[in-house]
Each structure stands twice: as structure tokens, then as C-alpha cells.
């Protein structure tokens, strides 16, 4: 069924064409990735499909009677309301008696007397209406985003807190299209695991733009691509898009060079001077004028940053036992270690757990409680924060850089003007003579990473730098990073960019205490499952302890006994299926029709297993709680 069908759209912003006439169905099931540089309009269009913005010409329709939830980039709160006035901001009948009985049990915690009366009231409309499991579905998804005071005030709140906040509110809410901008910014990686799962096993269709590869290729079936005002569709995940989008490449790079041969012809035969007098020379001109706009278009090809680097020494960055505590709460303790030149070192933890706190320490903008962070005389630090440094709009991109120097040398010597570098940025002539205030966040998020590294520094500290940035931009810097000749320390929750760039994790693990492993993210994870196999990788649910002393009242339906009683007999003969759908596929292996049946059998099988395996978790943790009424 077609959700939402986009025909012909036009939009522009000033001399600049977004979306050049372009067509797109959003259909039922489909888990769709849009991806695109920076300022292509990956954020308009999505505003544009929930209605929150205009557009120049084309159509949008929305199916009559669907639900659609959007998760801005950048997610607007009244900031005197509480964690849960914000989730429970719908005005369904469900919700009002939900956000009823969460206040009255906030205000007897708070000591407020004669309400028992009223308790006992919603605790039975909560009975009729079926709400304990959503009322816990509620308070779980907060608590694995790592949200547990359900009672506090959204101004209180972090801008990353804030955002996931607003990501429970997206996920909570009953919708058929669910719309989401960078929904894995501000999660670290265990938030990040929890939710690339929940949207596998949500049933209903997504669009999303994210910047996380290891998402994309876990969660889409779909990516669709913005370039150059016009939108690519791919029919599979982000892997299948890599494998074709160098195929189209490759065939537009052919295209090009008979293009180029006969534009050539055209070019000649116009300068010998033809005029348009018949039919036939008429349409050759007209010919020539597309040739000449196709050879004109920009396309992002062969783009590259190269490293270049001052000097630096032997004695790079010492940390000799240094502490850090803050409000009696223990970052780091004792910790020691000698960065080297090579050094790539990727630094992972829990959302507040101290990991920006030691990149300050470095900086010397914080200092240490106890011990020393000495700094090589040599070393010269490029530093990218999470936020941007304040940019002055009133300037010009070109200008804005050359501020760090009109060229920069590379390691073979050559000399790169600030110009070539911003090109090879993915800043055309067009866009560098443009006033930053013109510019989308995310181009003036690369334009400040841009310009850290036009200072030729020898270590490079970076945190958070894939927030806000574009998968090409992100590619380019791996390219970058690569080829640097120095010592680089990373701050990041995305997990494919770790395993890229990094050749050593720092961790923190909690109570002060930080691990050093040899290897990248994934070689991490891998040491750390064999070091602890009884590792809960899942955020602890501390709802159950905001729950422990409320009067609950859970039951099994009549339904939901038999269920229980027979799901580990229905899950066995599942899996047994599965697995002789797998025989056949090894036995028929060279009979293509029939493995494409199994296939498709096997995925449907697969899909009704996982649902199954999610009812079977339900239940299970519904007779507990029972049991321990």
C-alpha cells in the first residue's frame, strides 16, 4: 500500500535547486535510508513529507487516515514541562488517565495525603483499559535511553538528553510512517545497539536520515540518495547501495567521456560560425545547449584531502596518573598512559562517564585532580569540538578559511590553496564565494572541521565529529585520517567510523576506572564478550526500582495463559522449520528458482520467529512480575 507518493516536486533556495522535479513512493513496510551531502536537502524534504514546510511546485499526498511521527533534528520543548508531560503530550482518552495516575503517584511520593481514594480509581481504569504494559513499555524505552528521572524538568536537561528525549516520544507514539533526523546523535553505543533492534522488530514503515553506517545496513531495505537535485532509489540496504552506486559511477564516468567526444563535435561545428536557419541546424544547437549543461554539472568524484603535518617529536602526550572526580562522582582514577605518534586511538564509554572531560585535560582547559599531563614541545593540537566555535556569518566561506592560511603544504610538498581545499571539501567555486550564514548546519559543521585541519596540526583531537556530518564527508575524512602522520584521538559512538579509523580503544568502565585495548571497535567487543560472557549489553531497567513500591495489579488474561503455556512448542517447531528450509537450500543450491522460494519462505519464517521470540520475552517478564507481587 502506498503511504505517501511525492510527484514531480520542485524546490529551491535562492540561485540554488534542491529537488529538481523529482517523483518518490513511500510505501507500507518500507525501512528507507536517505542519504546525501550536506546541504542537498536530506532535512527539507522530510519537513516537506510531514507537511512542515512549502515547496515551489509538484505534489505531495499523504494517505487518507494514516499516522505519521516525526523526530526533528533539532526537537522544540516547553521547558517548564517534565519528562513525562512531554511523552504523554497526545490527548487520547488513554493517555489522560496514563498521565493522571503517573502525577497522583508523584504526589503521594511527594507526601500529599487523601489520595488513596483517587489511586485506586485510575488503577482500575488502567485494569479496563489494558495500560500496565504500555505504561512499562514507557518507562523501559526511557531507561534504555538512559532517561530515569521521569519527573524532571525538560530546562534541566542536556541538549542530548533533550534529543532522546524526544526520540522516546517519536517511538512511543502509535504511527504508521515513523520519520526520523539523526535519531543515533547523542546515544552512545549501547543506546545505539537497543535501538537499531527495536526498529528491526517495529512493524510499520520508516524514513530516516542517519549518518551511521552499521545502522543503515542493519535496519533499511531501501536507500534513497540526493545528488545534485535529483534522487536515486536503491532496492536494498546500505551495502547494496555502495556495490551499486560505484556501477552507476562507473557508467555515468562512460557516459561522460561520449558526452565530452561529442560535445567536442558540437563545440566545433558551432564555432565554424552555423546559424539556425533550418529545422534540422536548430535542433543541433538546441542539442549542443544540453551537452554543454550535462558536461557542466558537478559530481563528486575523486575527492580527497591531502595529510599534511608540522613536525612532531618523540614526546607526544604523557598522562601520568591522573584523577578526575565532580561532584563526588569518580570520572577517572589513576589512570596512565603514553601517547605515541601512530597512536589512533578511539575513546568509548557511557554517555557522561568522563570521555570529554579527559580530551579537556588534554587541552589543559580542565586539570587534573591528582597526577600530570605533559605535552611534547613539538606537538601542535587541532581540536574539534562537539559544538561549533562561534562562526562569524557575516563572512565568506573562502574567507573564513584563509584565516587559517592561504595554503597548506602536503607531504609531497605541493602547495594547496585554500581554494582547492575547500573544493576538495565538497565547497564548489559557487559555494565558497557564498556568506556562511547561507549555509545548512550540517555545511557549516564540515566547514569547521575543514578549517581545524587547514592548521596543519600534528595530533588531532576529535569529539563526536560524525554528528551532523554526511556519509561522503565522513568517507573523505577517513581518507584524511588515513594518511595522517601523526597521533589522532577520537571521541565517537559510531561504530563503523571506529573500526575504520582506529588501531586502539581506550574505554571507560565505570567507578574511575579506564581499560587500553589493542585493536579496533568491533575487535574491542569481541575481547570484551570473552573476557565477560554473562555481559548484559543491555542499559540495566532501572524503571523496575522507580516501580518497586507502587501498588500494581498484573494478571494473566485467559488468552495469555494458553499462549504462555505453548509458545516454547510453537518457537521449537519454528526453528525446526527454519532449519530444514536451510537443508533444502544447501541440497538445491544449484537451482536458482527453487533457492529464491526458500528464500523468500525462509525470511517470512524468520520475521514471524522474531515477533515470537518478542511475545515469548513479554510474557515471560509479565509472570514474573506477577509472581512477585
Not at 607526544?316 to 596512565?336: A, C, E, R
Request: aromatic letters at 8%; one cysteine or more; proline letters at 1%.
Amino acid at each position: 500500500m502506498n503511504l505517501v507518493n511525492v510527484r514531480d516536486l520542485y524546490k529551491s533556495y535562492g540561485d540554488k535547486t534542491l529537488f529538481d522535479h523529482i517523483s518518490w513512493n513511500i510505501n507500507e513496510g518500507d525501512k528507507i535510508g536517505l542519504l546525501g551531502i550536506n546541504g542537498t536537502g536530506k532535512s527539507t524534504l522530510l519537513r516537506i513529507i510531514v507537511g512542515q514546510e512549502h515547496y515551489e511546485g509538484g505534489e505531495v499526498n499523504v494517505l487518507n487516515g494514516i499516522r505519521v511521527e516525526y523526530l526533528s533534528q533539532n526537537p522544540s520543548f516547553s521547558e517548564e514541562s517534565s519528562i513525562l508531560d512531554q511523552i504523554f503530550k497526545s490527548d487520547t482518552r488513554e493517555i489522560k488517565i496514563l498521565k493522571e495516575y503517573e502525577k497522583t503517584l508523584y504526589d503521594i511520593d511527594k507526601g500529599e495525603k487523601n489520595l488513596l481514594g483517587k489511586l485506586t480509581k485510575l488503577q482500575n481504569e488502567m485494569d479496563l483499559n489494558n495500560l500496565w504494559s504500555y505504561e512499562s513499555e514507557i518507562k523501559s524505552i526511557l531507561t534504555k535511553l538512559n532517561i530515569t528521572d521521569f519527573n524532571e524538568k525538560i530546562r534541566n536537561l542536556s541538549g542530548g538528553q533533550k534529543k532522546r528525549v524526544a526520540l522516546a516520544t517519536a517511538l512511543l507514539t502509535k504511527c504508521d510512517l515513523l520519520v526520523l533526523d539523526e535519531p543515533t546523535n547523542h546515544m552512545d553505543g549501547e543506546m545505539t545497539d537497543w535501538l537499531e533492534r527495536y526498529l528491526n522488530e517495529r512493524k510499520g514503515s520508516l524514513v530516516m536520515v542517519t549518518h551511521d553506517r552499521y545502522f543503515l545496513d542493519r535496519v533499511t531495505n531501501h536507500i534513497v540518495e540526493l545528488d545534485n537535485g535529483n534522487l536515486f532509489k536503491y532496492d536494498g540496504n546500505y551495502s547494496y547501495f555502495v556495490e551499486k552506486k560505484i556501477e552507476r559511477h562507473d557508467m555515468d564516468k562512460s557516459n561522460r567521456i561520449k558526452t565530452e567526444k561529442l560535445f567536442k563535435k558540437e563545440l566545433e561545428w558551432i564555432r565554424k560560425g552555423a546559424r539556425a536557419r533550418t529545422t534540422k541546424q536548430k535542433a543541433r544547437i538546441s542539442r549542443f545547449d544540453d551537452l554543454r549543461s550535462n558536461i557542466g554539472r558537478e559530481t563528486v568524484e575523486n575527492l580527497e584531502i591531502t595529510a599534511a603535518t608540522t613536525r612532531l617529536g618523540r614526546s607526544v602526550i604523557t598522562l601520568d596518573n591522573i584523577s578526575k572526580s565532580f561532584d563526588k562522582k569518580t570520572l577517572i582514577s589513576n589512570f596512565s598512559y603514553i601517547v605515541k605518534r601512530q597512536d589512533k586511538i578511539g575513546i568509548v564509554g557511557a554517555n557522561g562517564s568522563g570521555k570529554s572531560t579527559l580530551l579537556k585535560m588534554i587541552l589543559n582547559q580542565i586539570p587534573p585532580d591528582d597526577g600530570e599531563v605533559r605535552i611534547g614541545k613539538t606537538v601542535k593540537i587541532a581540536y574539534f569540538s562537539q559544538e561549533n566555535e562561534s562562526l562569524d556569518e557575516s563572512l565568506r566561506v573562502i574567507d573564513y578559511i584563509r584565516e587559517s592560511g592561504e595554503f597548506l603544504l602536503s607531504t609531497n610538498g605541493e602547495r594547496i590553496s585554500a581554494s582547492k581545499m575547500l573544493d576538495r571539501f565538497l565547497f564548489s567555486g559557487a559555494i565558497q564565494h557564498n556568506y556562511i550564514e547561507r549555509l545548512s548546519g550540517g555545511e557549516k559543521r564540515r566547514l569547521y572541521l575543514l578549517k581545524s585541519l587547514m592548521e596543519a596540526p600534528n595530533v588531532i583531537l576529535l569529539d563526536e565529529p560524525t554528528n551532523d556530518l554526511d556519509i561522503t564527508t565522513l568517507t573523505i575524512l577517513e581518507d584524511y585520517l588515513d594518511d595522517f602522520n601523526g597521533a589522532i584521538i577520537i571521541i565517537s559512538h559510531d561504530r563503523y567510523f571506529l573500526d575504520r579509523v582506529c588501531n586502539m580503544i581506550i574505554s571507560f568502565e565505570g567507578d574511575g576506572k579506564l581499560a587500553v585495548h589493542t585493536g579496533n571497535y568491533t575487535e574491542y567487543l569481541k575481547k570484551r564478550k570473552i573476557e565477560e560472557p554473562n555481559l548484559d549489553t543491555e542499559v540495566e531497567n532501572k524503571a523496575n526500582a522507580y516501580k518497586a513500591n507502587k501498588p500494581q495489579k498484573l494478571k494473566l488474561s485467559y488468552n495469555e495463559q494458553v499462549e504462555y503455556e505453548e509458545i516454547d512448542d510453537v518457537i521449537e517447531d519454528m526453528e525446526r522449520s527454519i532449519r530444514e528450509i536451510e537443508s533444502k537450500m544447501e541440497t538445491n543450491a544449484d537451482n536458482y528458482v527453487m533457492l529464491q522460494d526458500l528464500l523468500k519462505e525462509k525470511e517470512i519464517l524468520d520475521q514471524e520467529l522474531i515477533n515470537k521470540y518478542k511475545r515469548w520475552d513479554y510474557l515471560n517478564e509479565l509472570v514474573e512480575k506477577i509472581t512477585q507481587q
